[in-house]
């Protein structure tokens, strides 16, 4: 209403101005002459202004004939489209600037006004290639995701705008949750361009969620071919997804194939942990110890670790204390200054009951670095020692309050898992596990010595000895109490 108003307004101000300007030209004195073959005109001054309007008109006029001719000529000798373009040249030149604001108003954020030029566009132009993406998109940004899914549709069923469309679509879906489909469509979307890193990337994820690992290596080898992933992060993350095939070797139903890709992930990345303890047991389970020790002597040197002890442990499962201790040299000897090292080491000393190489096999760690661990088997030494109560408290009540060490944590959410996965639980990120310290401190509760002891009854020979150095919870209900008494038949049984 205001603004047909307004444009009322405005064309009666022209409209007086015209007027006006008329009135003054009328009443001014004076004129132009102009002798054209002998003949003299003369034109007063509102006639002067009428002529050079009608002038410039004409000239105007006469390049349009002119342009015309031009086509009609270009028409005549064989371009059959010269007059098409000539009549839709305005047509054209409107549809054009139309796009031109409406990918101004796209990049400014604003939507509607993206989706109104779109449409204007689309109408001048005829060229949905070029017009149904702004559409799209400007739909997408007003919330309008209806009109969004039509015109990716429209671009699907034409060739040259087919990816544009499927990857379009695939993106809606994967905001819908939807990534059944979107994995689908990720799959079209990389055999119509296989060289675009987003889907690559996209479609990589998707399938190792799905835990579609022959596609999703499949898919990684896509990306090293097209060179969009380095030869040695490819090495490492086709070992993760070997092994992530072959993790049922830990079922007595494991097949061959199975047990063979858990090799294969150990050959492809000797230093994966998972992988080297996987293809250890897979060897063991085989009967070729020496492999397993092998592997696990090499991934033990690239990086110590609880679960390759495990593994190094089950090589021998029926071993005294004394020989386990004897055996696990030849494993400390290849990084004899690492923490877990030294942890390993005064782990199955305290089960061996030799607590003075215990105490030396653990030296600094518990000053230089005590999380929960290195202070849970201090407790353990001093008790074997024979050390008082209420030293062993000490060392249990600094437990209850030290970090964890280290575990499987996400270096792009820094969620913490309790087993190494290929996939985040958190994130759904690929491949982004390392064993590291977590960055915020984790209060202990009732923690047990994993000591690597084989079979049962070795525990029933050493567990008396150092029993009652853990069920931290009741230790610090009586230590409130007043008494510095351990129970002495609580400790390890979440050993056990």
């Avoid at 092998?294 to 004394?322: C, I, M, N, T, Y």
Wanted: hydrophobic fraction near 45%.
């Amino acid at each position: 209403m205001l603004w047909s108003l307004l444009k009322i307004l405005v064309f009666v101000a022209i409209v007086a101005v015209l007027a006006f300007g008329a009135s003054l030209l009328t009443e001014t004195a004076g004129g132009v002459q102009i002798t054209v073959a002998g003949t003299e005109y003369t034109l007063s001054a509102l006639q002067s202004v009428i002529a050079l309007a009608v002038l410039v008109f004409a000239v105007w006029l006469g390049f349009k004939v002119l342009s015309l001719l031009i086509a009609t000529l270009r028409f005549l000798n064989g371009d059959e489209t010269a007059l098409s373009r000539y009549w839709d040249k305005g047509r054209e030149r409107k549809g054009y600037q139309a796009l031109s604001d409406g990918m101004m108003a796209l990049a400014s954020g604003e939507g509607r006004l993206a989706m109104a030029k779109a449409a204007r566009a689309e109408k001048y132009l005829n060229n949905p290639e070029l017009t149904d993406l702004l559409t799209a998109q400007a739909a997408e940004m007003a919330g309008d995701t209806k009109k969004a899914a039509e015109a990716y549709k429209r671009l699907v069923s034409n060739q040259s705008t087919r990816f544009v469309g499927v990857r379009g679509i695939m993106k809606q879906k994967l905001s819908e949750g939807d990534t059944e489909t979107a994995r689908q469509l990720a799959e079209k979307a990389l055999a119509l361009r296989p060289k675009h890193e987003e889907v690559q990337d996209t479609l990589l994820t998707l399938q190792a969620r799905a835990q579609d690992w022959a596609g999703a290596r499949k898919t990684l080898t896509t990306k090293l071919k097209t060179g969009t992933l380095p030869r040695d992060v490819y090495k490492r993350r086709d070992a993760v997804l070997a092994l992530s095939a072959s993790k049922a070797i830990v079922e007595d139903g494991a097949t061959v194939e199975q047990q063979e890709q858990a090799i294969e992930a150990n050959r492809l990345s000797p230093d994966l942990v998972p992988a080297a303890a996987m293809a250890a047991r897979t060897y063991l389970s085989r009967g070729k110890k020496r492999n397993a020790i092998r592997v696990l002597k090499k991934a033990w040197e690239a990086q110590p670790h609880p679960d390759l002890a495990q593994a190094f442990a089950e090589v021998e499962p029926g071993e005294s204390a004394q020989e386990r201790v004897k055996r696990f040299v030849q494993l400390s000897r290849l990084a004899p200054q690492h923490d877990e090292t030294r942890l390993i080491m005064a782990e199955l000393n305290i089960v061996a009951e030799d607590f003075p190489e215990a105490r030396r096999a653990l030296g600094d760690l518990v000053e230089r670095a005590p999380d929960a661990r290195a202070l849970t088997l201090m407790a353990a030494i001093e008790k074997g020692e024979g050390a008082p109560d209420a030293v062993i408290q000490g060392w249990l009540t600094r437990a209850l309050s030290a970090p964890r060490g280290p575990q499987w944590v996400c270096d792009k959410c820094n969620h913490i898992h309790a087993d190494w996965a290929p996939v985040c639980e958190n994130c759904a990120s690929f491949d982004t596990l390392s064993w590291t310290r977590p960055e915020a401190p984790h209060v202990m509760g009732p923690q047990v010595l994993p000591l690597l002891t084989g079979k049962p009854q070795a525990d029933e020979a050493h567990g008396a000895d150092i029993a009652d150095v853990e069920l931290l919870e009741d230790d610090q209900t009586d230590a409130e109490d007043g008494s510095a008494t351990v129970s002495e038949d609580a400790e390890l049984k979440d050993a056990k």
